[in-house]
């Protein structure tokens, strides 16, 4: 059964899109703003649909899988992308919790959640990679519960997010031209 799950087509495509998403960002200091921000949606769709083409799976979360991102690897990498974003990181979230029982829009960043969801993929990613069957299909269920209860959502959130950054009208934010190729993904 564990065999039958990790090495599902949807999972393999879903373990190879998650490596892209965290090679991405860890590169991300070398990419120029422009096509950082014009790969980010592209990615950040096609995460979200490999998350959905998930199998379902069935653990009791036994299992405690090993953290790979330290808390230092965590802010490195908020820092840098909200240094690339600058002012564009923050946006006015309405899709939280705080917001039904407040007057006060809530300010979230980009860069606070690229950097949450590069923490759950990189550690499945991680897990995943050890080649032991009952790891993988535990960090698979791990995985596909964060998507649902957590990081799904904050990815959608994002990427909302990050389509205002990318189709801004002010020129001084460099706006992205469709001078990129789609071969920057992979």
């Not at 960090?139 to 959130?157: E, M, R, S």
């Amino acid at each position: 059964m564990e065999s039958s799950i990790v090495f599902d087509k949807n999972v393999v495509e879903f373990v190879t899109v998650s490596a892209e998403y965290c090679s991405f960002m860890e590169q991300a200091e070398q990419k120029e703003r422009k096509e950082f921000v014009y790969v980010l949606p592209r990615l950040l769709s096609l995460l979200y649909l490999k998350a959905l083409m998930l199998p379902e799976t069935e653990t009791d979360f036994s299992m405690n899988l090993e953290e790979w991102v330290t808390e230092q690897d965590y802010d490195t990498l908020r820092a840098v992308i909200a240094a690339k974003l600058g002012s564009a990181d923050d946006y006015l979230e309405v899709f939280v919790e705080e917001m039904k029982y407040s007057d006060t829009p809530v300010l979230k960043t980009i860069s606070e959640d690229l950097a949450d969801i590069y923490q759950a993929l990189k550690n499945f990613v991680h897990s995943y990679q050890s080649g032991l069957n009952e790891v993988m299909a535990e960090a698979v269920a791990v995985c596909a519960d964060g998507f649902k209860t957590y990081w799904g959502q904050t990815l959608v959130n994002t990427l909302r997010a990050v389509h205002s950054v990318n189709n801004q009208a002010n020129p001084e934010d460099d706006a992205v031209s469709s001078n990129y190729s789609e071969d920057l993904l992979w």
